[in-house]
């Protein structure tokens, strides 16, 4: 029996599913959108010129999970290099090893990401397409971060072993993601949800120590985690996708996007500077607004929707803002 030809070559990562309603896989789609939005804000910037055209250019996703958008940036520079870079094995390695960068947001996302870019878990192994790294993470990093626990509540209280008091904390909070305690020191065998991005003080310097002394980058894009439990649910969790936002934009590339849950625009739960400050800044010059998350993330419910912007460092003006119905109208 001969089995005709299919048509249908589906995209492995859109059928990977949720990790959960916090940390939402991109659609290759949106994905796509989002970058391709970048190309062309780069190209009514520099006078016409194609940033795929451009061996300098460094990208950065923040909160790696699936890879799709350093996949999406990756096949894009390989097609539009290789006038400047003639050789495919040459310039896979260049655009992986200089230009396409990524922190994953759990041991397992990281992972999957590298299989996604590097075609291996491992980028310096067999099947990797990359042949210069000599590190198994390459440039999608992952290490585990811990929160930083502060205030509290100070007891003291008998050591059963040695007798001795000592000193207790409890209700103790994050001094960086505002996480509690209780929920979220939880041993080594569990995920810290500390996000290494978020989690420190001096992003610049955490990156170098990362990627290398001077390392900058032009474009920061993602999609960040939403939020975090604190002891409640769905609207009563605490939001963190905002602290991604104000991270990447203290790293000041010269093109920012993210697509994050749209409840920052009505406020509340912790989000009205945030509201404030983004309603203020005049270097958001693109929305996209998605009424029913549905439409950009099939089968995942968020309150309020989600939106995608364009932050232009160098050119501030009115925003333009896309509403997306329910059904795509």
């Known amino acids: 029996m001969k089995l005709l030809p299919s048509a249908h070559n589906p995209d492995v990562l859109t059928c990977i599913a949720n990790l ?37 250019v460094t990208f950065l996703d923040p909160a790696t999970k699936s890879g799709v958008f350093l996949r999406e940036i990756t096949s894009r520079l390989v097609e539009g290099l290789v006038e400047e870079i003639p050789d495919l094995q040459e310039r896979v390695n260049h655009i992986l090893t200089r230009q396409v960068f990524g922190l994953a947001i759990t041991n397992l996302t990281a992972l999957l990401s590298r299989r996604s870019v590097y075609c291996s878990k491992w980028a310096n192994r067999k099947y990797s397409i990359v042949t210069e790294f000599d590190n198994p993470a390459g440039n999608i990093w992952f290490e585990r971060t ?44 569990l995920e810290s949800h500390a996000y290494a991005f978020i989690h420190t003080a001096n992003i610049a310097d955490r ?36 602290l991604f936002v104000q991270q990447a934009m203290n790293l000041n590339p010269a093109y920012l996007s993210f697509i994050v849950p749209s409840r920052w625009m009505a406020g509340g739960k912790g989000l009205e500077s945030f509201r404030q400050s983004m309603l203020a800044d005049k270097r958001i010059r693109h929305l996209v607004d998605y009424i029913d998350s549905d439409e950009a ?33």
């Open 146 to 189: 811990e929160h930083d626990w502060q205030g509290g509540t100070r007891e003291v209280r008998v050591n059963p072993a040695t007798g001795e008091d000592e000193f207790v904390y409890s209700n103790r909070r994050c001094c960086y993601c505002g996480a509690g305690e209780a929920d979220y020191n939880r041993g080594e065998d």
């Open 20 to 56: 959960s309603n916090d940390e939402v896989f991109t659609p290759p789609e949106i994905a796509s959108a989002m970058v391709d939005q970048v190309a062309e804000a780069w190209a009514r910037d520099n006078g016409g010129a194609n940033i795929w055209a451009n061996p300098n």
């Open 207 to 242: 990156l170098e120590r990362i990627f290398g002394e001077g390392m900058q980058f032009d474009v920061v894009i993602g999609n960040p985690p939403y939020q975090l439990s604190d002891g409640g649910a769905g609207k009563s969790a605490k939001p963190i996708y905002q």
């Open 297 to 329: 993330f099939p089968g995942v419910d968020i309150a309020g929707g989600v939106s995608y912007f364009l932050w232009k460092r160098d050119d501030p003006g009115l925003c333009t803002v896309d509403t997306v119905m329910r059904g795509g109208g």
